[in-house]
């Protein structure tokens, strides 16, 4: 029989995490998250430069960056089977050895000169990435439905120093090795996935049931749910967005004549911006729910698009980086504590894997376009292309709210089969 949400409040009472194992898993996670969020930095600060160094043809200057997104699609599914089967830390530790391989190639890839090493590299880049992006999740497990999107929003905002320990980690080592520009940051990078690694070693998460080993109710059945399908979509247009712009952003200054050092600082306050919101948006997830933080987050995307058609003066780019990324941890942050509404406990890691693929999958499609669409067009052409999935994420959203007694309904007529 498949399990109802009655079941799952009871499973959540069963495998309820002491106060203290509570706190120990938030702050060890929001550590990791900075950690590792300093090795994707790192990876989009120097991704498209080092790729118009290293590539063949200037078309494929983004190509390494799309490869980081392609990681991170096609490694969320087999991280989900290995937290389902063996536990969430096996998982987290698997990214991490993903980690230190990104730095590694990378920095030999500098040394020999490889274009096709570096994209491997940062294949792995993107495995770590998609790992990384469960901690959000592993935050709430064990942990009273009430208080689970201050949870997942508090490890969220170990990005905030991820934003600073990134930059300046490019900053301070990109010219320690003065013969190959960047070898001796991807050598810090994998030193720093290293000690992310040992920093996991101690989180303590319920070990995995057979009913979650089982993963309960077909995913068919759940996907058809309405909440899933809005909360993934905007989940999906709220990171694609981010990374179609972000990606594109840094080569964009460098056409228009603004230096490496102007690029970096913008990258930190966009990825500052990005996370910094996390240690109140569970608060006000929490009051005034999920679809209206969702949605202002859809809203300041849009502004941050308008800011950036305002001009391609250095302003114009930090404030449209730095909107950008407070309009996705609210629109990302919304979604994911949406998505924690439709699924039981058993389901949640199919369900969560299922998720980030989806937003995954379609962040690869932007990534691709993102540098070919600036290098074919130029950068006003990349802005305006982003109001279109903007408006398909917010018209679902709207249809969401306008329809709201059946879009519960619905919801939970499908819990019960």
Sequence with gaps: MATTM???????????????????????????QALAGANSVVVYATGAIVGSMLAPTPLLATLPISIFVVGMAACILPAGAIARRHGRRAAFLSGTVAGVLVGLLSMVAMIIGSFWLFCLGTFFGGAYAAVVLSFRFAAADGVAPKRRARALSLVMGGGVAAGIVGTQLV??????????????TFL??????????????????PKPSAAEISGGRPLAI??????????????????????????????AMHMNGHSHANSNLGLQWHVIAMYAPSFFTGKLIARFGTARITALGLLLIGISTAVGLGGVDVPHFWWMLILLGIGWNFGFLGASAWLLECHTFAEKTQVQSLNDFIIFGLMAVGSFSSGGILGAYGWSSVLWISFAPLMLAIFALLFSQLFGPLFRSCATSLRKE
């Design 6 to 32: 009655n079941d799952n409040q009871i499973q959540l009472e069963e495998f309820e995490l002491t106060e203290r194992d509570q706190r120990n898993n938030v702050w060890r996670l929001a550590i990791a």
């Design 171 to 184: 900053t301070f080592t990109m010219e320690l090795w003065p013969t190959y520009l960047y070898a001796a």
């Design 222 to 251: 759940i996907i058809r749910q309405p909440i899933f399908i809005v909360s993934a979509t905007c989940g999906a247009v709220s990171y694609m967005l981010m990374n179609f712009l972000m990606t594109a952003a840094p080569l």
């Design 188 to 205: 810090v990078q994998a030193l720093v996935a290293a000690i992310s690694a040992v920093v996991l070693m101690g989180v303590r998460l």
